[in-house]
């Protein structure tokens, strides 16, 4: 029988009593008797709501400290017995139903991040109020369990509007939410006592489960779902426009917020396969998506793009979306950004196929990474530091600026092992004109960064034919190729050398910087140690 | 204080009975009185020790179908009360301490797992037990927590060591073990009622950290934890020998098991930045090791390598770690198999910058993958389909085997997406010969896999130069260009033709299969449909 239940008696014992008043106005108003203790019963008797102290009700005094005010044999019995199979004990007994529990539980958690001492933080461990709540939610077909205040509003409607019953729905949904914080509570606990210890143990809840078409193909089930409390998600994404998100397209989506997050002036990013292949910062946002573009002009097609700052109408209208000859029209999967103009919106969403998602980059930074691998997890702090050190180790001294480097550097970063990035500065635009990835060799990345690079600047030059090799030498040598890790042989050196690359920048650390550093003083580059790794996987 | 505590009074309440006799004896033996509820009480006194019924403690009998046994006033004082603060207070109340709670909880998840109707579900939900247990952990300062027939022994022995006495280390272990005892409980539970209504919620746990040098990187922080209760885990591998496994060789390590795992021949998986370089079935181990190898000779140095049989001597051997000339030595960073022969590990201990690793290569195979990213979980089933269908779509029939296709198939799996593997069977051997992955374009991976092949090709011929060009055709005829996701456009199959391919196998989908295959036509080639694509980012 899923029926609704009278509140008839209803205890009350809360560690945040915001807003309690009204949900104990509301019981009383319907006849309902509230029981309390101690802090509790002061704050509802203040608001002139009649109280039975809970000790007339246990036979029991608040004991050692208020370590004993609820736990008893009267009030769990009142809570757990079965109102239909029990009936007769509990009468028998003298055991009177309570319907309702509101319970929060001590504030472990922010007792914890204040930095107390041991003593103090055991002593805020709540071993009442976790009982009295599970009870409360294990006879929920009977009894209400209320622990989080966001809810007396809606409860005290639902009490109102029924005569001070609450629906099996309403009971059962309030059930999961104890279960949750229960779970929530020892796990928080769990991992203080053993961080005491000095043991270091992870637990993660997530919930709000979105079921997704697939995974990262067809033939796999997904679901994206949120951490719990975490104060910012990815899940928290404003799905403005389009189709579904798809399980590849948030993984990518993570990856372009992720590449513009850390940039200050205007920035885009365009990402495939999780790799970004445009990547541009600079002044006017048009001339930054641009620029990101010819990146990779081909590769680009079907990209999930990332803006940091609020997109215009203006910048967007560069898809070509409404060009009459088809092939003009950029198809990208998905626009993400911190905000955008209602022109913008306005123009994007004539075409359904295109996502739109508000979110602002920044709250992708994170402080840790997790990485699950079967049946374990790879625990990491983020690779959130750029720079370490900048030391030119060659003959030659780069003329190129530090902000140039300092993109190059977020830009391999970004990339997935090996990486090498090959980036340049044009008008006061700092642009990635060619990337190499994923590769097990690092002379394949360092040819295709160069290969792309190479074809770009064939492509932008307009000028006359006989000028084209002379404009790609005097941009190669302005351009900066920056790699993730260190040159292992001087063979990336050569190759670099032999597109016209004047500046390299990597970590160093290898056992033959020497002879690595001997070929870039053949070659007439210069050469800068960061000494900071940038692996990723 | 962080004294012992000599156990006077224990309260014994477990559902799971077993060797609850032996720790309640050696108690007994040291003068302790045992407190014990109905079914462990008749378990207790068949054993011939003698127990105090529960009631007699605390006035009230067992009620409500079992649903209140423990949950009094007297219990928890006796287990909560400060000994030294509340002394004069118990003894005015008349609580006597309890000194230890022995107490497991009922089975809830293992009748979850039984399939059983919500209501029995529901009173598989264990309300004393968690209390006691949390009420005994809280006060661990005073009260031993035993959750675990498994510290039975250990605690039998210290008790009779120690005059029926804890230490405060063993209490503090104790009630850490509790509360992740607790949270666990509740995670279920939570998850369960989640799952009744409908909503996925998901709730991992980790612990035995194992701290790392460093991440991905120098300058970030690193652990490695169990995720607790998975009945496999990477986190179990044996290390035999060797310097301290890195975080990436971690994630290098799994890829290279999940490479093998599902090969039934000798496999064997080399894996350069989480991607395979060489992998290669077949009979003979050192055979399937040196075509493995033979994949990609530069990169596989410094590799991470796996094999799913024993392995022998001969098979490492190829790596020559001893020869005179040090350019001969074939250096790689780790080594795991399900086992290894003694002499193979009496060869490779020899080399201490060479980690060996044991691990059984199915045990990394996984109903589910997770990936964390800020505050956001993708969860999705893993990708362990291989093939769906088979269709020839092309005029041209292929003469391939479909153990080759197979194989090419599984190899394409393993890389990151836009992926392309070329394989063959080499005297019964299937080779990956040559791959391209991790890039923006798909064209980009074709050239990188067919170049890389036509390598191998070129350095594995040992005859006349004039015949070399030939015997690369008729290899490259054999062979297989296996696609993880759809070819978009004609190309792909015009740069394969201009490399000798003759067979090609795509998941196909794409709106210009049809001019796909006619290009495929136009050049006398086969190319089969699977309708499975296998992306990994």
Redesign the interface.
Known sequence: MKHSIKIKRALFSVSDKSGVEALARALHQNGCQIISTGGTKSVLEKAGIPVTEISEV?G??E???G??KT???QI??AL???RE??AD??RQ?GIEPIDMVVCNLYPFERVKNQGVDFDTL?EN?D?GG??MV??A??NF?YVAVVTDPQDYPDLVTELQDNDGALSYETR??L??KA??L??D???M??TA??ET?G?????????R?K?LRY?????????????RH??????DLEFLHGKELS??N???L?SA?DAVKDLSKTACAII????P?GLCEGNDQRQVFELAWAG?P??AFGSIIAFNKKVERSTVEFLHLDAENKMQRKFVEVIAAPDFAPEAIEYLKKHKNLRLVRFEPK????EK???????????????N?LL?EKETVTQHETEVDDDLLNFGLLAVRQL???AIAVVRKKDNYLQLLGMG?????RV?STR?ALERSRENLKNEFTGEDAQRERYIKEQMEKAVLVSDAFFPFPDNVEIAASYGIKTIVQPGGSIRDKSVIEKCNELGIAMVFTG??????
């Open positions: 246990t029991n005094p004991a050692f400290g370590r004993m736990i008893s044999f769990e019995s757990l017995f079965d199979k029990d004990e509990a007994l055991i461990i071993i976790p009982t599970r009870a939610a294990k077909k059962f949904r059930m999961r279960f949750n229960t779970a509570y020892d796990a606990i769990a006592m053993d210890a043991h270091l143990s992870v637990r993660l809840a997530f919930d489960a079921t995974g990262e193909n067809a033939h796999q089930q997904a679901f994206f779902l949120r951490q975490a104060p910012y998600s990815l899940h399980y590849n948030i993984v990518d993570y917020l495939k396969h999780n790799n292949c990779d081909v590769s709250r992708v930074t994170q990474e997790f990485k699950i691998l079967a049946g374990s997890l790879l625990l990491q702090t983020s690779d530091t370490k997935k092992s090996n990835c994923g590769q097990p060799n394949n295709l900071l790794r940038h692996f990723k996987h």
